[in-house]
DNA sequence: CTAGATGCAAACGTTTTGCAAATCT
DNA sequence: AGATTTGCAAAACGTTTGCATCTAG
C-alpha cells in the first residue's frame, strides 16, 4: 500500500496549513474547491483522514459541531467560544508525570489527550452585554 | 416557560444514574424502553438536553461516536478506550490559576473544559499484543 | 501495467425538527 | 384552559462507503 502523491492531497495540506484557523472539512473543500473546482468532497475527507494518519495534521474535536483540523503539530491545547465557535490555541500541555499518574490511576496506556476548553470570546461577550441585557 | 415533571423526564434522569457507565443518548434510550415501551427517541434527546441544561447531568464530548451523559457532576475528567470506546473517569481537576492563565492568554470569559484523554485500556490492550503480534 | 486515488451518489449514524395529540399544573 | 411535552416520521447534519473511472509510479 504505497502512497501517492496528488494535487488533491497537496492542495487539502496547504489549505489546511494557509487557512490556519482550524477549518472544518467544509471549510478545507469550500476553499479547495476555489481553486480546484473539479474536487470532491469525500476526496477531502479521505484525504484529512490519511493525513491525520501521517501526522502532518492534528484532528482537533470540538464541544459542538464538526472536526476541525490544526496544521499545527507541537502540544497544546484548544479554547472553543460557546457562541460564535471559533477556535484558538492556547499554549498548555502536561508534564510526563501527568500521563504517568494516569496510567497508575486507570490501568490505561498509550495515553493521549484532547483538552478542549470553551468560554465566550471577547466579541461574542460584548454582543450578549449590549444585546440583550444581564438576563 | 415552567418546566413540567414527567415520567419520561424521570426516567431518563435516573436511568444515566443507574446505569452509570457514560450511557450514549442510544444506551438510554434501549434501557428506558425496557420498563417503558412507549417512549419516543426523540424525547429521550429533548430530555437530555433539558437535563443538561438543568445541570442534573454533564455531556461527555468524545473523540469519537456520540455524545455521552455523565451524572457524576463533580469536576473530573474522562479516558476513552481507543478500540472498544469505553469511557471511565479519572480524577483530574486544574486549579483556580490555570484558568485566570487561560483568560488572560486569550481574552476569552466563563472558561470551562472537556478533558478527554484517549488511550488503550488493559483489556484491549491484551487483545492487541494476542491478536496480532507486536505490529 | 496496476495498485491506489478520485468523483459521484447513495448510505450511514446521530441528532434535530414539525406537528397533531396527549398531559401536567 | 393553556402551555408544555410527547411520539412519530421526516429532515438535517457530518461523515463514510461502493463503485466505475482515472492516474501516478
Same mark, same amino acid.
Given at each position: 500500500m504505497e502512497r501517492r502523491q496528488t494535487v488533491q492531497r497537496s492542495l487539502v495540506l496547504s489549505t489546511v496549513i494557509d487557512v490556519?484557523?482550524? $477549518?472544518?472539512a467544509q471549510a478545507v473543500y469550500d476553499e479547495v474547491n476555489k481553486i480546484? $473546482?473539479?474536487?470532491?468532497k469525500a476526496t477531502v475527507y479521505r484525504n484529512l483522514c490519511l493525513l491525520v494518519d501521517e501526522v502532518k495534521l492534528k484532528k482537533v474535536v470540538a464541544i459542538e459541531g464538526p472536526v476541525h483540523y490544526d496544521s499545527t503539530l507541537s502540544t497544546h491545547s484548544h479554547l472553543e467560544c460557546r457562541i460564535c465557535k471559533k477556535i484558538v490555541d492556547v499554549d498548555i500541555s502536561f508534564k510526563d508525570e501527568f500521563y504517568d499518574g494516569v496510567k497508575v490511576e486507570t490501568?490505561?496506556?498509550?495515553i493521549d489527550r484532547n483538552l478542549i476548553l470553551s468560554g465566550l470570546c471577547p466579541q461574542c461577550k460584548e454582543t450578549v452585554l449590549n444585546g440583550e441585557g444581564v438576563k
Open positions: 490556519c484557523n482550524h $477549518p472544518t480546484y $473546482p473539479s474536487i470532491g490501568g490505561f496506556s498509550e
